[in-house]
């Protein structure tokens, strides 16, 4: 298994998803590429993979297979790919929403509160708006709701002030600046679990992550075959929810295949910590399924 990233709920998620072994699929979250591996390892020749990445480092986890199409792009934009590569529609969609591996550890990318580095946390390199840029220009009020809606941060509103505050001497421009200015803020009990829900929420406003998964979920809906099945890991309630809510919804076309999310078990857990906060959901695209 790459160093780059361990996949979370592996055989769990590939093996609800693939059912015809002949068929067109989609890793909407390529990262180190373990999810998609497993894929190719259940297609046949004439298969397909299409794979989705933004980050510009996942193109060297790439395997050579010439099933496999690597697309540089917001998988967002699921349903416009699809169109124009695979036009009959997909047999199934896989996403798994988590911050790889390589992404955390890497110091420079400002994703983790472990190093000390620039606030960046951008998917895409290439992005605009930076972390930093989020601490240091939006308003006190603005601050407050990010940390609250997108990061259920305790306390959200002294977080957010704290901030404010620490600004107008110095720009927070680094997590160790980010570390200064909120720690009159935070409580006295878990407080890396605290730390965490705000980098989260930074993460999320950075990358605009709940519209994108928003317009995911409506185009993976449209890109899908009657039959086909999308399977999504989420590591936090706002993902969640959202994802539980659209397969709910009778308009959106899907069946729920497990009624309630799969979890990673104890042993995956153990052997990989950052799973833990995992759940899978996998949902059928209504109309007859393929029947090999």
């Keep these: 298994m790459s160093d780059y990233h361990v996949p979370v ?9 693939v059912r015809n072994p002949e068929g067109v699929y989609a890793d909407a979250t390529f990262g180190g590429g373990g999810h998609s591996r497993a894929i190719l390892a259940r ?22 297979d010439e099933r496999l199409t690597l697309i540089r792009g917001n998988f967002r934009f ?19 929403l988590g911050v790889s591996s390589h ?19 951008r998917m895409n390199a290439q992005g605009e708006k930076t972390a930093a840029d989020v601490v240091n220009s939006y308003t006190q009020e603005e601050l407050e709701k990010i940390f609250r809606v997108y990061g259920e941060v305790d306390g959200a509103r002294a977080v957010a002030r704290s901030i404010a505050s620490a600004r107008e001497k110095a720009p927070v421009r680094t997590t160790a600046d980010l570390g200064a200015a909120i720690a009159d803020a935070l409580p006295s009990f878990q407080i890396h679990r605290q730390i965490a829900k705000i980098y989260q929420a930074l993460r999320i406003e950075v990358n605009g992550e709940m519209r994108s998964l928003e317009k995911f979920l409506q185009g993976a809906a449209r890109a899908l075959k009657p039959g086909g099945r999308l399977a999504v890991i989420t590591y ?27 979890l990673p078990s104890e042993e995956e857990v153990s052997s990989n910590p950052r799973a833990r906060s995992a759940k899978l959901r996998v949902a059928q695209k209504d109309g007859e399924a393929w029947k090999g």
């Design 43 to 64: 297609l046949g020749a004439g298969a397909r993979l299409l794979a989705f990445d933004l980050d510009a480092d996942a193109a060297s986890q790439a395997p050579e």
């Design 103 to 121: 992404q955390f550890d890497t110091a420079e990318r400002g994703f983790s509160f472990r190093f000390d580095a620039d606030l960046d946390m």
């Design 236 to 262: 936090h309630s706002l993902e969640d929810r959202m994802v539980k809510q659209f397969i709910r919804e009778a308009g959106n076309g899907f069946s729920p295949v497990n009624r309630k999310p799969v």
């Design 78 to 96: 699921i349903q416009n790919f699809t169109l124009q590569l695979a036009p009959q529609g997909l047999d199934g969609i896989l996403a798994d």
């Design 9 to 17: 709920l592996l055989e769990e998620s590939v093996g609800a998803l």
